[in-house]
């Protein structure tokens, strides 16, 4: 079951914001990896046909804002959910053998399948 949730204590916001540093790397390694479509940018740009970069900014500017506020209300909810029960990463505090975790797992390996194809795509 959830026993995680419920034997984790309540957390504050304010505890939900302290930086720690000790898990700076993990965090920086996953911002780099969540935001590696920079890689991909310069094709949506080369499609886009227009006449500089700085009509491309913006729409480059929305997409990396959106992003980031999805991540962060991500780990946002996440961090208050769990709290300190958390293990990273994240869906190791799911249930074993739940339907849920099952599913999520593979909709893990999807998006991997499918960002691997995407990152690959300006090699073919």
């Known amino acids: 079951g959830w026993e995680p949730l419920s034997q984790s204590t309540n957390i504050s916001f304010?505890?939900?914001?302290?930086?720690?540093?000790?898990?700076?790397?993990?965090?920086?390694?996953?911002?780099?990896?969540?935001?590696?479509?920079?890689?991909?940018?310069?094709y949506v740009f080369e499609d886009m046909k227009l006449d500089s970069a700085s009509k491309f900014m913006p729409v480059l500017g929305t997409g990396y804002a959106i992003s980031c506020a999805v991540f962060v209300f991500?780990?946002?909810?996440?961090y208050l959910?769990?709290?300190?029960?958390?293990?990273?990463?994240?869906?190791?505090?799911?249930?074993?053998?739940?339907?849920?975790?099952?599913?999520?797992?593979?909709l893990i390996v999807l998006i991997l399948m499918v960002s691997l194809a995407l990152q690959m795509y300006p090699v073919f």
């Open 14 to 42: 304010g505890d939900a914001l302290a930086m720690k540093p000790e898990g700076l790397e993990a965090w920086f390694g996953s911002t780099v990896f969540a935001f590696e479509g920079i890689v991909l940018s310069q």
């Open 74 to 78: 991500a780990g946002v909810y996440g």
């Open 81 to 106: 959910a769990y709290g300190d029960t958390a293990r990273v990463p994240i869906y190791l505090s799911f249930p074993l053998g739940a339907a849920d975790t099952v599913i999520d797992k593979v």
